[in-house]
């Protein structure tokens, strides 16, 4: 027998499985906990009130056991001898679509410009101590893409795409820990996703399907506006039924060749400003109303958005990628830049919280760069970041200013502790940023302070630049069948055609543009 309950709990029952059997066994009159199995379906924060409740909707089986957690089934034909497709990406995009290929028949060949997810870490070593940027592998570029080592976060606003409880489950199949099935914002974090990622990969390699690293794409195979394949940077052209592009939002030279060979891309809107970084227990108190949340609480979140003018203009003001108990950290994709990024291990245990702020950034702003077309958005992007890193002083060592100072226009003297490892040089960030941005963020912030009191505060400050929240280039395709508008046999997909923000978004447009393609080629 199978009972459903919503219940409102203390966090120190619905975060603590022993002391929630106790409580559920009281509830339906239970002797003994072994009568009956739990099986969480839902859970969500309400810190509305004085007394933080969660929300819990579960399933409570009685002297049975329930039904398999997963529908997915981790089941993959061999392909080795199918018909073969280039997958150029092994993010969340370039890796669920080749998982999808092999369970339509089809054998993906995905090819990653950086190393394997273990390899990468000593990359990122270098970025962090050495201030050595390695183009080819950072926190961008590697297998898994930006959000293996930039946070982990799973929710997404894409749910009309494609089925988000499935890509969850392919997740908890390679590794994952089935909370993310039942968390209203599940996260896995960094410290965990390089594992499942490599899970992943695994299942690509076991059904037949290829991998290969170190793998750089240069250029296309076009034969009458058909793209049949690519060529790598060795000089080997692979070829295929068709090519799904999943690079990432900061592969520049992907959308600089397409671009000369005449291959239809556009700019798109994108934003830009810094990471703010608050003591986490701060935004605690902020957000949870107590002076500690204790033992069971999560590390607090927010998610702010204002509205301000400038000259006139009315823009966009938001946060972006918040990431609680968690770091800062550089994400650079070549040397001469100096990129932000943030990210949180697991249990989100870091005692700093940040979060990008960034300002819409409207066509009308791009107009001194309208030489590079469709590119305008990239080099703007670019020209920032290169400043950045120019007047902190040619390395990854960041420009940043108290929060509240930023707002009053006034140096800060001395600025606080950091979990950005490369360090921190106090500048004015005017210098860095455009006016219109650095004018949008300081109205935002007033308004934020309104908001969440005690947000504005010089406990609190900006670290320049936060300049990759999406891509500044599209690359069109077809509503209905997700070819490009223009090359047949090119399937753009994921956050660096402009389809995607996130791992989750990502993976659902990987295995749509799988079908699409093989719907349309397949044999």
């Known amino acids: ?20 059997a106790q409580y559920i066994a009281t509830k339906i009159s239970a ?5 009956f199995t739990i099986r969480k379906l839902k859970r969500s924060i309400d810190a509305r009130g004085k007394n933080i409740k969660v929300h819990l909707q579960a399933e409570v089986y009685f002297n049975e056991s329930p039904p398999p957690l997963l529908d997915y089934k981790q089941d993959y034909p061999n392909v080795a001898q199918a018909p073969q497709v280039v997958v150029v990406g092994a993010g969340p995009g370039g890796l669920f679509a080749a998982l999808r290929l092999i369970e339509l028949g089809y054998k993906p060949v995905v090819l990653e410009r950086g190393k394997d997810v273990q390899t990468r870490r000593r990359d990122l070593a270098s970025i962090n101590k050495d201030h050595l940027v390695n183009g080819e592998s950072n926190y961008c570029f590697g297998e898994g893409g930006a959000g293996t080592y930039s946070d982990g976060k799973l929710y997404t606003r894409s749910k009309k795409r494609g089925s988000v409880r499935r890509i969850l489950e392919i997740l908890v199949a390679h590794g994952a820990v089935d909370d993310i099935l039942v968390d209203t914002h599940p996260h896995i974090g960094t410290n965990k996703l ?3 990622v490599s899970n992943l990969r695994e299942s690509v390699l076991q059904a037949g399907g290829e991998v290969h690293f170190d793998t750089k794409v240069t250029d296309f195979v076009l034969k009458e506006g058909e793209m049949k394949g690519v060529i790598t940077q060795q000089g080997d052209k692979i070829e295929g039924l068709g090519v799904i592009l999943a690079t990432g939002h900061s592969a520049r030279d992907i959308f600089i060749r397409l671009h000369e060979q005449g291959i239809y891309i556009e700019s798109k809107p994108f934003a830009l400003g810094v990471r703010i970084e608050h003591p986490q227990q701060l935004i605690d108190q902020i957000q949870y109303n107590c002076k500690d949340r204790g033992e069971y609480l999560p590390a607090s979140s927010y998610s702010l958005a204002a509205q301000a003018v400038y000259e006139g203009k009315q823009r966009g003001v938001f946060s972006f990628c918040m990431c609680p108990g968690g770091f800062i950290v550089p994400a650079a ?5 100096v990129v932000v990024n943030g990210m949180s291990p697991s249990r989100r245990n870091s005692k700093f919280a940040n979060s990008g702020m960034v300002v819409s950034v409207l066509p009308e702003d791009l107009e001194p760069y309208q030489q590079y077309g469709a590119l305008a958005g990239m080099h703007f992007q670019r020209e920032v970041e290169q400043r950045s890193c120019q007047i902190a002083g040619t390395t990854q060592t960041a420009p940043a200013q108290k929060m509240r100072d930023f707002v009053n226009k006034k140096i800060s003297g001395q600025l606080l502790e950091t979990s950005y490892q490369p360090g921190l040089k106090s500048i004015a960030i005017d210098e860095v940023l455009p006016p219109f941005i650095a004018q949008s963020l300081r109205k935002g912030f007033q308004l934020f302070g309104k908001k ?3 947000y504005l505060t010089n406990e609190a400050q900006i670290v320049g630049v936060e300049s990759r929240t999406s891509s500044p280039v599209r690359i069109p395709r077809n509503k209905e069948s997700f070819e490009h508008v223009q ?4 399937y753009p997909c994921a956050e660096g055609a402009g389809y995607a923000g996130g791992i989750m978004s990502a993976a659902i447009d990987g295995e749509k543009c799988a079908e699409k393609l093989v719907e349309k080629y397949g044999k």
């Open 1 to 20: 027998m199978m009972k459903q309950l919503k219940l409102t709990l203390s966090p120190e029952i619905a975060y603590n499985d022993e002391a929630l």
């Open 31 to 35: 002797v003994n906990q072994d009568d």
């Open 194 to 196: 390089p594992r499942i």
């Open 333 to 337: 994709t070549a040397p001469g830049e």
């Open 452 to 454: 969440m009191k005690g």
């Open 487 to 490: 090359t047949k046999r090119l």
